[in-house]
């Protein structure tokens, strides 16, 4: 307790003695305590003394439709009273069914078999596991190589963490890491699409012996700063890993479930058919619309068929003690739901009114590359000190933000709960903590 008894700095306390909070550095910590929550409300969390702040960011990209979202809470109680839990080796669930032959059908059929797992990384380690074991069950184990794009970020479980390029997380472990190809990323501030292209198609061309897979992540990549590219760079990648008999994993961990403008980011590239989907797309975060932790793998026939044997070493033995949870998926499943009843139509509408609100920003002296790809917003600081994420994420809480710059780029990724007197304000938020901070 502080002198005047709030409650906010004893529980901040409290956490900081007993929780190792992620991606903090605890004595850092120490200075600047943790944000004690109490509620979440529609786009709004509270703390425990009742001020309010906007969720910009989607409580790390997770949350879709608000906080405690009447939707999402029956489904997950209706499930609770029914089947909270059981193991999907050697049994299944109508939720998890459902949910496969969901997702699998939003593809056209062309990735028909869905893994589960528990969260972004762990999607990641499946999907790298598979790619693997499918090309050895092809007698190619020498196809074991992974290729990933400068500043890509693909989770922090060891195989994830060997195929992240984002230095604070990957430098102290890196004695630990399997070794992977790095290219450069097409990124639109620098024009540079034709030139990341070439690089890869001549890595292919000298190493596809030795490659299971490309990973991306589709349209933008978000760690990095949300450096954004085209659906065009897309096409002409899965052309590439095609021609040269190479997988290639959609990482839509951050990405998918409309953050773009469409459910599948990779729909951006309009594919016409099977061969023009990747060979894995995976899904984790909004899945479940911030509610329970869930990832999906989603995998085309061809993977599926190379571990079809009567041999258990063919076999694909990989598990967590939660794969396929029946709360997590009965979520997922009322979040397709929303989808089905014309979300992207509406994710449309909200970008736009973010457009328009931000729109004045892109003639600040201080803004660089404001840019945008469907709800995500960004723009870039180059003048600023190189503290200014962790001064910019404490000034916005005076102005009800909870905002999370990420180096110099500031960026939102909101609820899908944006209108335009919401979509006017936030922008006079953000414009009243830059004006605080630089």
Known sequence: MTNNGSLMP????????????????????????????????????????????FDAISSWWVNLFGHSDEGLRAAITAQLNTLPHAMLAGCTHEPVVRLAERLCARTGGALAHASFGSDGASAVEIALKQSFHAW??????????FV?????????????????????????????????????????????????????????????DQLAAVLIEPL???????VMHSPDYLR?????????????IADEIAVGC????????????????????????????????GTLPLSVVLGSEAVFQAFWSDDPTRAFLHSHSY?????????????????????????????????????????????????????????????AAADVAERFHLAGRAHGLLIRPIGRTVYLMPPYLVDP???????????????DVV
């Open 10 to 53: 004893e529980l901040a306390a409290r956490s900081l003695a007993r929780v190792w909070h992620p991606c903090t550095s605890m004595a850092r910590a120490a200075q600047r305590p943790p944000l004690p929550l109490a509620r979440g409300e529609g786009p709004w969390l509270f703390d425990s003394e009742g001020r309010r702040y």
């Open 136 to 145: 050895r069950n092809q007698g190619r184990a020498g196809k074991r190589g």
């Open 148 to 208: 990933a794009l400068r500043g890509g970020y693909h989770g922090e479980t060891l195989g994830a963490l060997s195929v992240t390029d984002v230095a604070i997380f990957r430098d102290a472990y890196d004695p630990l890491l399997m070794r992977s190809r790095l290219v450069d990323a097409p990124d639109s501030r620098l024009g540079n699409q034709d030139q990341a292209l070439a690089a890869l198609a001549a890595l292919l061309a000298s190493e596809a």
């Open 220 to 226: 933008v990549q978000g760690a990095a700063g949300m």
């Open 236 to 248: 002409e990648l899965r052309r590439l890993c095609t021609a040269h008999g190479v997988h290639l």
């Open 258 to 289: 409309g953050r773009t403008g469409r459910f599948f980011a990779w729909s951006h590239t309009e594919p016409a058919g099977p061969a023009d989907w990747p060979d894995f797309l995976l899904l984790s975060k909004g899945i479940t619309g």
């Open 323 to 383: 794969t396929g949870n029946p709360l997590a998926c009965a979520a997922a499943n009322a979040v397709l739901d929303r989808f089905d009843a014309g979300q992207e139509a509406r994710c449309a509408e909200q970008a736009a009114w973010l457009a328009q609100a931000f729109a004045p920003l892109a003639q600040d002296p201080r803004v660089a590359h404001l840019r945008q790809r469907g709800t995500i917003l960004a723009f870039d600081l180059p003048g």
């Open 421 to 435: 007197p919401t979509a006017a304000w936030l922008a006079e938020a953000v414009t009243d903590t830059l004006n």
